[in-house]
C-alpha cells in the first residue's frame, strides 16, 4: 500500500485507488487493441482512434499515479502540476494565443522554406485523419492537448529540472543552478514531444513544431508556474490543424 504522506486526505483513497485501477486498465486496453489489429479482427481507422485515445489517457494516468503513490493529496498534485486553482489567470489565455502564434507563423515560414528551396517536409497527417469519426477530432481538441501537457509541461519539464537539483544546496529559484536545470527539463521535455509526434505522424513538419512548441511552452510553464497557457495553445495548434485538414480533405 502507497504511503500517504502528511496533507494527503484519507477520504482520498478510494479516488487514488480508482485512478491506479484505471491505468492498468488503459495498459491493458492499449496492448488488447493492438492485438486485435495485429490479427485483423480490427480495421485501421478504429486501431487508431481506440489506441491513441487510450494512450492519451496513459500520459495523464500515469502522472497522476505517480503522484498519488508518492503521498500527493489531489490538491497537492494539482499544484505539483500547475494546474491548481490559484495558478489560473486569465491572463494566461493571452499567453495561450501568443504560444499559438508562434508555432502558426512558424508553419507559415516553414511553407516559404519548401517554396523556396524546393525541399520538401513529407506530412502524413491529411491521410491519417481523413475518415476518423468527428468525436475523435473533437477528443483531438479538447482531451488530448490536456492529457499530453500534464506529462510533457506538467510533469516532465520541473520534474526532470528538480532531478538535477536534487542534492545541490542553495539551488533556489533565480540561481543559476536553478535555470540551467530548469532548461534542461524544458529541452529534454521539447525533444520527447518532438519524437513522439515524429513517431506518430511520420512528419518532419510536426517534429520541427512539436520541437518548438515544447520549448516555447516549457519556457512559459517554468516562467509563469501554470500549465494552462500551454493547454490553452495546445487546443488552438491542433484545431488550426484540423480546420486546415477539413478543408484540404
Known sequence: MPRIKKGSASHERPMRYA?????????????????LYATGKLGENAYLVYASIAQSFIFSFVVLAYLFASGRSLRQALARLGLARKQWKSAYIAYGIAIFVSIFILEILLGVFQAVTGVQL???????????????????VFIAP??????????????IGNVLLSGR??????????????????????????????????????????LVFG???????????SLYPSIIAHMLV??????????LI
Not at 513517431?199 to 513544431?209: D, V
Not at 520549448?215 to 508556474?225: C, F, N, P, Q, S
Not at 491542433?238 to 478543408?247: D, P
Request: charged share 10%; hydrophobic share 55%; glycine share 8%.
Open 19 to 35: 485512478v491506479y485501477v484505471a491505468f492498468l486498465a488503459l495498459i491493458v486496453l492499449l496492448l488488447e487493441t493492438s492485438n
Open 122 to 140: 513529407p506530412t502524413n497527417v491529411a491521410k491519417l485523419f481523413s475518415g476518423l469519426p468527428f468525436y475523435f477530432l473533437l477528443f483531438s
Open 146 to 159: 490536456i492529457n499530453e501537457e500534464i506529462l510533457f509541461r506538467g510533469f516532465l519539464v520541473p520534474g
Open 169 to 210: 544546496k542553495n539551488a533556489r529559484r533565480g540561481t543559476a543552478a536553478y535555470k540551467s536545470a530548469m532548461w534542461a527539463g524544458i529541452i529534454l521535455s521539447a525533444l520527447l514531444f518532438g519524437v513522439l509526434h515524429y513517431l506518430s505522424y511520420n512528419s518532419i513538419s510536426e517534429l520541427i513544431a512539436a
Open 215 to 225: 520549448l516555447i511552452a516549457g519556457y512559459v510553464r517554468i516562467k509563469k508556474d
Open 238 to 247: 491542433n484545431f488550426l490543424g484540423l480546420l486546415v485538414l477539413a478543408i
